[in-house]
């Protein structure tokens, strides 16, 4: 299913996909998909130009943590979990990824603390507290005003 928006009309439209190209272009990491749409007010004219929405899946309860939170190994991926004020590894299998997020498909559950940041100075069993949120307001404000 895509949904699109034409060029000065503000109306949202809707159609099918009935093709996919199956290769990927390697330069805009993009793949082309041929929908039809049902034209019954003669609102859609050739050549037009619209803007369109192709939404692969969605995912409600997806466990998504930022792609810098995974440590690759010579056997897959894992991160770093935060149990009981120690840092404990988890091996985990991927889902879906974007540019900056990955699913998390097995290896955490919900409510399990990811560690993602300061990950090379850590190892199992260390020591470790959560920062609380005022601070990162903090440092943040901080980081961006000492320039």
């Not at 099918?16 to 007010?41: I, L």
């Amino acid at each position: 299913m895509i949904h699109f928006t034409m060029e000065g009309d503000t109306s949202t439209y809707t159609g099918e996909v009935y093709a996919v190209d199956p290769s990927v272009d390697a330069t805009t990491r993009t793949v082309k998909v041929r929908a039809r749409s049902s034209n019954k007010d003669g609102r859609l004219f050739p050549g037009a130009f619209a803007k369109v929405d192709v939404r692969l899946e969605q995912l409600n309860d997806a466990l998504i943590v930022p792609a810098e939170a995974l440590i690759p190994d010579i056997q897959g991926q894992k991160v770093l979990l935060m149990k009981g004020g120690k840092v404990v590894s988890a091996r985990v299998q991927l889902g879906i990824r974007t540019a900056n997020s990955v699913q998390l498909t097995s290896g955490v559950q919900p409510g399990d603390s990811v560690i993602v940041t300061g990950l090379l100075a850590l190892r199992e069993g260390a020591a470790v507290r959560p920062i609380p949120k005022d601070a990162i307001k903090e440092v943040a404000t901080a980081d961006s005003t000492t320039r």
